[in-house]
């Protein structure tokens, strides 16, 4: 019996392990913001992965409804000039938004981490040029550039991803170089410099994982800074090419028809601030949830 | 403030801005160049015709002497050329004009951003865990998940469609240069600089909150002085220190944000032109507009580093 009661004790006052994944985990869920942004998001790749297999309409059938007719129970966010059904259009379009957002920070991760890791493990003449690279981007307008690379090399989804890495690689290479500056001072770099480590080990093995919080938040972040470029050269008519819609190119269309129409206007307004507005709160609450220390 | 020191930096900047505009216009000289396609394809010609023309934009030459003409022609006469698509239109006046309109709307729209930011962000502080504190919060997270443009058509809607009786549609309809004047750029500027200002109160009420708790503002509290002086004069200029070092990104974001809300409003600065020429492949603009972006930008720069010595007199160059 008493043994009993001693391995109780013991279970019960074990410290659970709560690693800082977990711990992470507990105060995003705490964070009704955050949670709120979450769900909406989930819901949104829902209607993306949707419209691979259904919309109400065609996205490119046109003369469904009078050109300009507002909303109505055949077509609930109206029609667009065109006649084409404004509610498919507007969920075909959340798949060019998710795809630019999620698919430039994939290759920002892939161009950013590396660069920003060598450059801070290494230092010297290396960590000088990437430094210089990084500050003459930032001193250019991102979205003149990226306009002048979608006109070069041809308005295609696949182009603007890369004009908008092209020109918004740099906040991730920055953050990765800080955060390697930092930690390869510490002891376990040394530790397992020591033993033998080699370099590739050492960055992707020891100090990536480390940095991995920050950026995690960096890359949540940068989501709705790409959907919101993208919004910017679609508006400017440098997006993905008609009949293809996106939130942006809709907005032109309707800012085209404001004072009749405002229907048009109103509707990929809204599904983008509402995006953009769920990806920066999940951003925001992610960074409280991996960093407790920078809590504004 | 501004030692001999200073004027020497400033002489050097120049320098490189001038190097780096010319670079700019290079580059996209001989990148536009490369594209496919006809720069006067939109125009049904024959034989004699498309030759002078060819001869009269001195397109019959071979791209390096062609390069090499158009560099002469910017550094000794400021020169850019002439346009593709309006026969006559010589570029450089075209868009000298126009980087000003946007330089008009660009510089409201920063007082706005500076003005707006800096207010809610002291507010917000002073007032920190309050519920002026959370709706400027939420507000502020509002501002930069809005895209200028979805704001803008909000104004738009509102004053000059919704109100239109009351506004007399007055707020949306710019006339242009100069002349535009103040009073039609209200809601263009607030558009532009609104997302920004909601960047400028964040870092604001951060700064402040760390600032407010310094003893050096207990000093002067306890020396009786008012509430507004201890906020206006002591704890805000020290607290402005870290808000400044974000100018430099604000002021080519309100640059970059300009092409789309010139674009929205109808306002005919570079930014209309830019997506215009763009869409008309008037290739010539096109080099004239980014020529003056670059110079643009690089003034900008250098007018905000200036900025730092004179409200951080520890910095020096």
């Known amino acids: 019996m008493a043994t009993a009661a001693v391995a109780r004790i013991a279970e019960v006052s074990a410290p659970v392990q709560a690693s800082l994944w977990s711990d992470a985990w507990r105060r995003l869920r705490r964070n009704r913001l955050a949670l709120m942004a979450s769900i909406y998001l989930v819901l949104l790749v829902g209607v993306a992965i949707l419209a691979i297999f259904y919309t109400p309409y065609r996205m490119s059938a046109t003369g469904l409804a009078p050109d300009y007719a507002g909303p109505s129970l055949a077509h609930w966010l109206g029609v667009d000039n065109l006649g084409r059904d404004q509610l498919s259009r507007i969920m075909i ?101 020591a033993s033998g480590a080699k370099p590739i080990k050492m960055l992707f093995g020891h100090i990536m994982p480390n940095a991995l919080g920050p950026i995690i938040v960096q890359a949540t972040f940068g989501v709705p800074s790409a959907i919101l470029f993208e919004a910017f050269l679609s508006f400017l008519g440098a997006g993905v090419q008609a009949p293809t819609p996106s939130w942006g190119s809709m907005a032109k269309d309707g800012v085209d028809a404001i004072q009749f129409a405002p229907h048009m206007v109103i509707a990929p307004s809204i599904a983008l601030s509402l995006t953009l507005m769920a990806f920066n709160f999940l951003g925001d609450g992610l960074r409280d949830a991996l960093d407790p220390r920078s809590r504004r | 403030m501004f030692t001999r020191g200073t004027l020497i930096y400033i002489g050097q900047r120049v320098v490189l801005i001038a190097f780096t505009v010319l670079a700019v216009s290079s580059i996209v000289f001989l990148g536009i160049h490369r594209l496919p396609g006809d720069a006067l394809f939109n125009e ?39 346009s593709l698509v309006n026969r006559g239109v010589k570029i450089t006046p075209l868009v000298l004009r126009e980087l ?46 809005v895209p200028n443009f979805v704001l803008g058509s909000i104004l738009i809607l509102v004053f000059a469609k919704w109100l239109e009786t009351v506004t007399n549609g007055s707020f949306f309809y710019v006339l242009g240069g100069w002349t535009g004047g103040i009073g039609q750029l209200w809601l263009p500027a607030f558009a532009l600089g609104f997302p920004y200002a909601s960047i ?58 300009s092409v789309v809300i010139e674009n929205l409003f109808g306002i005919p600065g570079l930014g209309k032109e830019f997506a215009q020429s763009i869409q008309n492949r008037d290739y010539f603009i096109v080099i004239g507009v980014f020529t003056m972006y670059a110079a643009l930008v690089g003034i900008a720069n250098l007018a905000v580093d200036l900025t730092y010595v004179i409200i951080d007199p520890r910095i020096r160059y």
Do not use: C
Request: charged share 15%; net charge positive; proline share 2%.
């Open chain 2, 100 to 145: 000003g309109v946007s330089v008009e709307v660009g510089g409201f729209a920063l007082v706005f951003t500076i003005g707006l930011g800096m207010l809610f962000g002291v507010v917000a502080a002073i007032r920190q865990n309050t519920w002026v504190d959370y709706v400027l919060s939420a507000t502020s997270v509002i501002g930069y998940s």
């Open chain 1, 93 to 193: 379009g959340s798949q060019i938004s998710l795809i630019v957002g999620v698919g430039t920070q994939i290759l920002v991760l892939a161009v950013g981490v590396p660069i920003g890791l060598l450059a801070g493990y290494y230092r010297g003449w290396l960590d000088s040029v990437v430094t210089f690279i990084i500050n003459v981007f930032y001193g250019i307008p991102d979205l003149l550039v990226a306009l002048i690379l979608v006109f070069l090399l041809g308005p295609s989804l696949a182009n603007i991803i890369i004009a908008i890495v092209v020109t918004r690689w740099m906040d991730m290479a920055r953050l990765v170089r800080g955060q390697t500056l930092a930690l390869r001072e510490r002891e376990f770099v040394e530790a397992g410099r």
């Open chain 2, 44 to 82: 049904h010609l024959h034989g004699d015709q498309y030759a002078l023309l060819l001869h009269h934009y001195n397109l019959d030459k071979p791209l390096l002497i062609q390069y090499r003409d158009f560099v002469v022609a910017v550094v000794t006469r400021g020169d850019l050329g002439e």
């Open chain 2, 200 to 257: 400028v109160a964040r870092l604001t009420r951060a700064s402040m909150l760390e600032v407010i708790r310094q003893d050096y503002i207990r000093t002067a509290r306890a020396k009786g002085l008012r509430e507004t002086v201890v906020v206006a004069r002591h704890a805000l200029r020290n607290a402005l220190i870290p808000v400044i070092t974000i100018l430099g990104p604000l002021v080519i974001g309100i640059i970059t944000g």
